[in-house]
C-alpha cells in the first residue's frame, strides 16, 4: 500500500465516523417508530396541518430571502465597495447567534409593541402567533445559506461575458438575466433548496416569536414535554422521511446532466 493510499484510507474511516454520527439518530428513530404509530401521525390532523404550515411558511421565507439576497450576493461577488467585509459579516451574523437570543431580539422589532409591530399592527400586519412571525424567524436564521452560496455561484462566473453582453447592447439588467443568473442557477438555487431544508427544522427564534401555530419542530416539542418521547418519535420520524424526499428529490433535479 503507498503513502497515498494509506492516507485515503485513513481520511476514509475518519470520515466514516462522521457519517454514522449523522446517519445513527436518524436510523434509530426511524426503526424506533412503529408502523402503527408512523400511520396514526400520518393521518393525524393537528400533525398533517403543522406539516403544511412548517413547509408553506419556509417556501414563503425562501422567496422572500431569493428576492433580496440574490441582488446582494451578486454585488457582493461583482463589485468592490467601502464596508463590503461588514455587509458579509452581517450576512453570516444569524450563524453564530443562539436562535433564542435570536427570537427575543426579533420579538422586540417585530411584537405587538416591538420597533416595527406596532406600527404594522394597524395595517393588519402582525407577526406574534401568526404565520408572519414563523417566516421572520426562518428568513433571520437561514438566509446567510442563499446568499452565501449566490455568492460564490456568481463569483465562479467570468464578468468578462457580461462585458461581452455589454458590448454587444444588452443592458446591465439583461446582462445579468440573460447572461449570469442562468449560468449561475445551479449555485443559485442550491443556496435555495439549503435554506429552506434549514428553515424546515427551525425552533428557537420561532417558538418565541410565535407559538401559535405550531411548526413541526414545535409540535414535536410540545408532545415530548407533555407526553414523553412516545408521542413526539412519530410525528419526528414523519417530518424526517417528508423532508428527506423533497430535498433528494430537489437535489437530484439540480444535478447536472451528463450526456
Not at 445559506?145 to 455589454?166: G, K, Q
Not at 438575466?177 to 427544522?201: C, D, E, F, N
Request: with cysteine; charged share 15%; aromatic share 8%.
Amino acid at each position: 500500500m503507498s503513502r497515498q493510499q494509506a492516507l485515503d484510507l485513513l481520511f476514509g474511516l475518519l470520515g466514516s465516523l462522521l457519517l454514522l454520527f449523522i446517519i445513527l439518530p436518524l436510523v434509530s428513530i426511524l426503526l424506533g417508530t412503529t408502523t402503527e404509530a408512523f400511520i396514526l401521525a400520518l393521518t393525524d390532523p393537528e400533525v398533517l396541518n403543522s406539516i403544511s404550515l412548517t413547509f408553506g411558511a419556509a417556501l414563503i421565507s425562501t422567496v422572500l430571502a431569493a428576492l433580496t439576497g440574490i441582488p446582494l450576493a451578486y454585488l457582493l461577488a461583482r463589485r468592490k465597495f467601502r464596508g463590503k467585509h461588514l455587509v458579509e459579516a452581517l450576512v453570516n451574523l444569524p450563524v453564530i447567534i443562539p436562535h433564542t437570543a435570536a427570537g427575543v431580539a426579533l420579538l422586540l422589532v417585530f411584537g405587538r409593541r416591538g420597533l416595527l409591530g406596532r406600527g404594522l399592527e394597524p395595517l393588519g400586519l402582525v407577526f406574534t402567533d401568526n404565520l408572519g412571525g414563523i417566516v421572520v424567524g426562518m428568513l433571520f436564521v437561514s438566509l446567510p445559506f442563499l446568499v452565501n452560496m449566490s455568492r460564490e455561484a456568481f463569483a465562479l462566473i467570468d464578468d468578462e461575458l457580461e462585458r461581452v453582453a455589454l458590448t454587444d447592447g444588452a443592458t446591465p439588467w439583461q446582462a445579468f438575466w440573460y447572461v449570469t443568473l442562468p449560468l449561475a442557477w445551479r449555485g443559485v438555487m442550491g443556496g435555495a433548496l439549503m435554506m429552506w431544508a434549514r428553515a424546515i427544522s427551525e425552533f428557537g427564534a420561532v417558538v418565541i416569536l410565535s407559538y401559535h401555530p405550531k411548526i413541526v419542530p414545535v409540535l414535536v416539542f410540545e408532545r415530548f414535554q407533555g407526553y414523553g418521547l412516545g408521542a413526539a418519535q412519530p410525528v419526528a420520524a414523519l417530518l424526517i422521511v417528508i423532508a428527506l424526499a423533497v430535498f433528494l428529490c430537489l437535489q437530484l433535479a439540480l444535478q447536472p446532466r451528463r450526456d
